[in-house]
């Protein structure tokens, strides 16, 4: 997230990748409502300020969770954030039903919510700032339920509810960073701890270059080690000729790659359509993440995973399709 004091200001180009909003749409919004507001700078382009490019953020969410720009798009931040909290109304076919947004429901995901007593007194030490206290309470939370249960039960619906306190204003950027980076270290770690089975298939994971986050998919190579899979992580922000090379070179069987909603529709589409066709003939393509378009038009050739819980099965279908043996239970 960008600090939201200071004189940060974003040209049109880094507000379309922050907010996945499109450039074209962003210059209409601002004719035909008057927002957003840009400055200019020294060569009379287009500048906006973080408050603005937070706003735009907002928005974003609310279009993704079915609301019409004409209504959205005049109202102030706080507005946006209650809307944000409240169910909406989207249209489904011809009928309409209600949703609850994720921030309203708490947690997102069928069987990915979240406990609220374990959650609540981890969220309250990464917000009072003891660090110490919610590394060691996640640690134990490891210690106690075992890794895969850790990240189903606990890391997803504990990593939402970060990003969900983190848009309503009660955690700060940097504390969504210091939480991210942590989990990360003690994932990692875990990984390393499970022994290595070897197994069939060879998974390389990465994410394409306008994602920035590897949580989720950090989280997927946990699940694909327990199962025995061979992984080879490359991490985040990688051009797709380079994962098509990692996955040549290390004669991977599935490349796994994780979008979240934050990019735009269009690139994730044009990425994932780039990657398939680099990619080694007969190499499979899984995507995981939240990104809407996944859902709504999942690019061709490609596997979408809806949630991590799939994972097991997903590896099974693959091993049964391929006629290798599953991992011993
Ligand atoms: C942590 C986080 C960050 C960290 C990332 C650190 C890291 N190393 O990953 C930091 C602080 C760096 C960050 C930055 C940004 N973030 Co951010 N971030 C989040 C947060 C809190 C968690 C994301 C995450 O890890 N999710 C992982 C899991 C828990 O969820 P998931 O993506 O739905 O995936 C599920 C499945 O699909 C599956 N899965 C995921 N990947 C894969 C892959 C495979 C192979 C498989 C099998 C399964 C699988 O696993 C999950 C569980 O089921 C979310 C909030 C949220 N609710 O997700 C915001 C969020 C994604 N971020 C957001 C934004 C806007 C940004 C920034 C643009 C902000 C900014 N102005 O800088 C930047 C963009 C960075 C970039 N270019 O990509 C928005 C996107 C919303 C939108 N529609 O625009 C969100 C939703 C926050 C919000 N509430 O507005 N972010």
């Keep these: 997230m960008i600090p939201s004091d200071g004189p940060v200001r974003l040209g049109i180009a880094a507000v379309e990748r922050e907010t996945g909003l499109s450039k074209d749409l962003l210059r209409v919004w601002e004719r035909r409502y008057g927002f957003p507001a840009p400055s200019r700078d020294a060569f009379g382009e287009r500048a906006y300020p973080a408050d603005q490019v937070d706003r735009l953020h907002l928005l974003r969410r609310l279009l993704d969770a079915g609301h019409r720009p004409g209504r959205v798009v005049p109202l102030p931040a706080e507005r946006l954030r209650a809307l944000l909290e409240a169910p909406v109304p989207v249209p489904v076919g011809r009928a309409r039903v209600v949703r609850r947004t994720r921030a309203a429901a708490g947690v997102a995901g069928v069987g990915e919510r979240g406990d609220d007593r374990m959650l609540g007194p981890l969220v309250d030490h990464l917000r009072a700032n003891r660090v110490d206290a919610l590394q060691q309470g996640l640690r134990q939370a490891i210690v106690g339920m075992g890794l895969e249960r850790f990240v189903l039960d606990l890391c997803v619906p504990l990593t939402r509810r970060v990003g969900d306190e983190w848009a309503r204003g009660a955690l700060a950027i940097y504390q969504e960073h210091q939480y991210s980076e942590l989990l990360q270290s003690l994932l990692r770690a875990e990984i390393a701890r499970v022994p290595r089975a070897g197994l069939a298939p060879q998974i390389v994971l990465a994410t394409l270059p306008m994602e920035g986050h590897g949580l989720g998919l950090l989280m997927a190579e946990a699940l694909l080690v327990l199962e025995g899979c061979s992984c080879l992580p490359l991490g985040t922000r990688l051009p797709a000729r380079e994962i098509a090379a990692a996955a040549a070179a290390c004669r ?73 043996p599953d991992a011993p239970t």
């Design 252 to 324: 991977a069987d599935v490349v796994a790659v994780s979008c979240s909603a934050a990019p735009a529709a269009t690139q994730v589409t044009s990425a994932l359509t780039e990657l398939h066709a680099v990619l080694p003939r007969g190499t499979t393509l899984w995507v995981g993440g939240s990104h809407p378009v996944l859902q709504r038009r999942p690019p061709p050739a490609t596997v979408v995973v809806a949630s991590l819980g799939e994972i097991r099965g997903l590896v099974g279908a693959w091993r049964a399709a391929a006629g290798v």
